[in-house]
């Protein structure tokens, strides 16, 4: 682990300890009542967090959230903090976390809860039993401060690990599970008024449907992830047949997604890049390509133009699925040239897909950073230089200039193949150095 994330953990400790102290200093005493109400969310909120999903690169997520929000509300106080430390501390435990991922995500969630509440007080709130309706303004200031702070913490250490940047990474965890979180702002509110007024076992019945809105996600959320890794599995499938080419098609897609978000898409635009990316080259999986593929020199002229068709072959098989026909334009054109010397239709300019320029570019720079049987792969420098070369020939010139002046530039360089691409793998055709 980077001693940069070791400190950033450390730091988090010692802030999610300050937040607790300060909360204890500002009301040391509680009522027998807030300590029932703790026990009894803490529970439910323990079964929602074990029960939690796995979102990206094993960040997990759950509606835990939901209990916790609730319990702060009805008591904000340092219990409630404890409470939530005392859960976090049990689920990391029969998770059988890494010491240090213990104390990270113990210290951010107690972090988050204790500003949460806090900014709950600052606003008004107070203790809920026996109290008047909730104080929406306060509620809400609970709701944006403990999110804010939970989502943040999560993306910087991220971040921290893969040297990316935050807001790129905040995105990609974030932004897909948004709408759930705000759907999720009434059914905090909804257990925290069945709580106060008719006490646990309603709130339990409320839980129960809390339980039941996070199975619904939980679906959702892995028949997302099942499509993604059947689609993955054909591309395998179909590059298994040159052994050369293994992980091109992925290489590909990573590529495609971070120049996606260089030149500012959302993330449900890069989203879709990424899979046209990654089934840029399906269409290879016909018979009249496996006796080229597996030819050891230099195509012929009609050979060539057998493999110019495999475009349209993608084309005509992601159209089949319906839920991939957004992507079809992007699959087709994607070796189409700027200035319309490209294949299969010689489209120019504009006219060519958004996504299929930037296919354009990812498929070309993979070609460039792999092993060719008469040249080795090229490094950034020799790559920067011709993209610079074929602006406005093969590139869009707009991308070409955000790409080479961002600084996430040397990210496409951090996977790059040295496994040698067969004589017939077709490429992007730059003219010079990555010409297959």
């Not at 290489?251 to 495609?256: C, L, P, T």
């Not at 098989?317 to 334009?329: F, G, I, N």
């Not at 792999?370 to 950034?380: E, M």
């Amino acid at each position: 682990m980077k001693q940069s994330v070791r400190t950033y953990i450390l730091t988090m400790a010692l802030l999610a300890s300050a937040s607790l102290a300060f909360l204890i200093w500002i009301a040391p005493a509680v009522d027998p009542a807030d300590f029932r109400a703790v026990v009894t969310l803490s529970v439910v909120a323990l079964g929602t967090h074990i029960m939690g999903h796995t979102l990206a690169r094993n960040i997990s997520g759950s509606v835990s959230f939901v209990p916790f929000l609730a319990c702060a509300a009805i008591s904000p106080n340092w219990m409630t903090a404890v409470g939530v430390l005392s859960v976090s501390v049990v689920v990391q435990i029969v998770r059988q976390r890494p010491f240090d991922r213990c104390v990270f995500n113990i210290s951010q969630l107690t972090l988050s809860v204790s500003l949460g509440i806090l900014a709950y007080r600052l606003f008004g709130g107070g203790n809920l039993i026996g109290a008047s309706p909730i104080p929406y303004l306060a509620y809400v200031a609970l709701f944006l401060t403990f999110s804010a702070v939970n989502s943040l913490s999560v993306s910087a250490v991220v971040a921290l690990s893969d040297d990316r940047r935050l807001g790129d990474v905040w995105v990609e965890n974030n932004l897909g599970t948004l709408a759930y979180d705000v759907l999720a702002l009434p059914m905090i509110a909804l257990l925290a008024w069945a709580y106060v007024k008719f006490g646990p076992p309603d709130a339990l019945i409320v839980a129960a449907l809390l339980i039941g809105l996070r199975e619904l996600y939980n679906v959702n959320l892995q028949l997302d992830r099942a499509n993604q890794e059947l689609l993955e599995l054909m591309v395998a499938a179909i590059e298994a047949r040159d052994p050369y080419t293994s992980g091109h098609s992925r290489r590909v897609s990573e590529h495609a997604k971070v120049i996606a978000q260089i030149i500012g898409l959302r993330a449900s635009a890069t989203k879709r890049v990424a899979i046209a990316a990654l089934l840029h080259d399906v269409g290879k999986i016909h018979e009249v390509f496996a006796p080229i593929l597996l030819k050891p020199g230099r195509l012929t002229d009609e050979e060539n133009a057998i493999m110019q068709t495999h475009p349209i072959k993608s084309e005509e098989l992601v159209a089949k699925v319906s839920q991939l026909r957004d992507v079809v334009p992007a699959v087709r054109h994607h070796h189409e040239n700027w200035d319309g010397t490209g294949y299969p239709d010689g489209l120019a300019g504009d006219r060519i897909p958004l996504a299929s320029r930037i296919i354009m570019f990812a498929d070309t720079i993979d070609a460039m950073t792999s092993d060719r049987p008469y040249r080795k792969a090229l490094d950034a420098g020799a790559v920067r230089s011709e993209l610079i070369k074929h602006r406005g020939r093969q590139f869009d010139p707009t991308i070409c200039d955000a790409l080479l002046s961002s600084g996430r530039f040397n990210e496409l360089f951090k996977h790059a193949s040295h496994q040698s691409l067969s004589h017939t793998q077709e490429v992007p055709r730059l003219r010079l150095a990555s010409q297959a």
